[in-house]
């Protein structure tokens, strides 16, 4: 098996509102180096490519690449043209290697929108050099850019960088130091296309964790409720762990749980739930392994401090609910306040004019030509 070590650039809108859905970045220049089985460089592969969706390249993209519009016309060519010489070029026998995560889902997403057919299978594996190297560097969770993996193990950069030719060549560099006997087994999947049902879900076991691949769900909240994607089991023996504390969301962005193993102790989970790329829904990954006591202490501090902020949250919503109430009664209060005021003053206004004037009696004067009787 070959290793393709693949690099794109890209360009995009100049404006939100000019962006096309579907194609938010268009790649216009492929670069790849291709590795035999023992990481020995056998060939390069470039094409610089003719913009369709966004013709003028913004400025920020001329600065990083050197890349012109003119050097675009004159020397690239189509994108449909260029996809099919590099899938020529690549083989049969071989496994994308890149650096980062993003590079192959911009590659899937302008091979859609120029409809052209996807080759690769699923589950689609590729090797993350930018993972790799955290991994025999002890780095954790870190990423790393490209350049200062080159400065690390002090490669010469006799290239310029983001050029895409010149990038996957140090990242093919990188590679070549990495420990492929130790590390080439941590694989990653590419997830712009996710399993389309239940037989198509993926379960993939590595060296100290497993990790599963759910499919495509309409809404946020079935994947997260979804027993299958709840479930816990032992990474060394597949038994169902004893769920010691039960999912909970930390801060939104995953859910964590433990479970207990009789034979082979604590086991941490973790569900993070991703919008697809292509099917308007959302899917979940699923991680089991074992767990220190560091740990352990962790998920349950965790656990405690989403508690506190709950019940945090519950005591400032009685409190605003009381302030509320009480508003409203004061509200209740001066306003029958202000109408019983103002009865007593129609009251008033109608006993006065009830009160009637007195009567004026006319007095009649004899002027003496009354007859007498």
């Known amino acids: 098996m070959e290793y393709i070590v693949l690099d794109l650039e890209w360009n995009q809108a100049a404006y939100k509102v000019d962006e096309e859905a579907e194609i938010p970045f268009e790649i216009i220049e492929i670069g790849a180096v291709k590795l035999n089985e023992k990481c020995e460089k056998v060939s390069e592969f470039q094409a610089l490519i003719r913009p369709q969706v966004y013709p003028f390249l913004l400025r ?14 004159t020397r690239g060519i189509y994108f449909e043209d260029a996809c099919s010489q590099l899938l020529e070029w690549c083989g049969k026998d071989y496994i994308f290697c890149i650096w980062g995560t993003t590079d192959l889902v911009q590659l899937e997403r302008n091979m859609a929108y120029f409809k052209i057919k996807i080759p690769w299978k699923y589950p689609f594996k590729y090797l993350d050099v930018q993972k790799l190297y955290a991994m025999q560097e002890n780095e954790g969770k870190t990423r790393r850019a490209l350049e200062f993996a080159i400065e690390h193990y002090q490669i010469p950069t006799e290239r310029p960088f983001h050029h895409a030719v010149d990038d996957a060549d140090y990242t093919a560099k990188v590679l070549q130091r990495i420990d492929m006997a130790a590390y080439s087994t941590f694989f990653s999947v ?34 997260i409720q979804n027993h299958r994607v709840r479930e816990m089991n032992c990474f060394y023996c597949k038994k169902k762990l004893i769920r010691t504390i039960p999912w909970f969301s930390d801060s939104g962005r995953s859910y964590l749980a433990l479970g207990e193993c009789k034979e082979h102790g604590f086991m941490r989970g973790r569900i993070r739930v991703k919008p697809t790329e292509k099917y308007n829904g959302y899917f979940a990954i699923r991680t089991i392994r074992p767990c220190t006591d560091e740990d352990r202490e962790e998920v349950e501090n965790k656990r405690e401090n989403l508690k506190e902020k709950r019940r945090e949250k519950r005591k400032r919503e009685r409190i605003n609910e009381r302030l509320r109430t009480a508003a409203k009664k004061s509200e209740k209060t001066a306003e029958n306040e202000a109408k019983g005021g103002a009865g007593k003053t129609e009251k008033a206004a109608k006993a006065v004019k009830t009160v009637k004037a007195p009567k004026t009696v006319k007095k009649t004067v004899n002027t003496g030509n009354s007859k007498e009787s």
Do not use: A
Not at 60 to 73: A, F, I, P, Q, Y
Not at 195 to 208: A, C, D, G, K, V
């Open 190 to 223: 590419d997830y712009y296309r996710v399993p389309r049902n239940y037989f198509e879900e993926q379960i993939f076991y590595f060296n100290t964790y497993s990790k599963f691949v759910s499919r495509s769900y309409p809404l946020k909240e079935e994947v």
């Open 60 to 73: 920020r993209t001329k600065e990083l690449t050197g890349w012109t519009d003119k050097d675009l016309d």
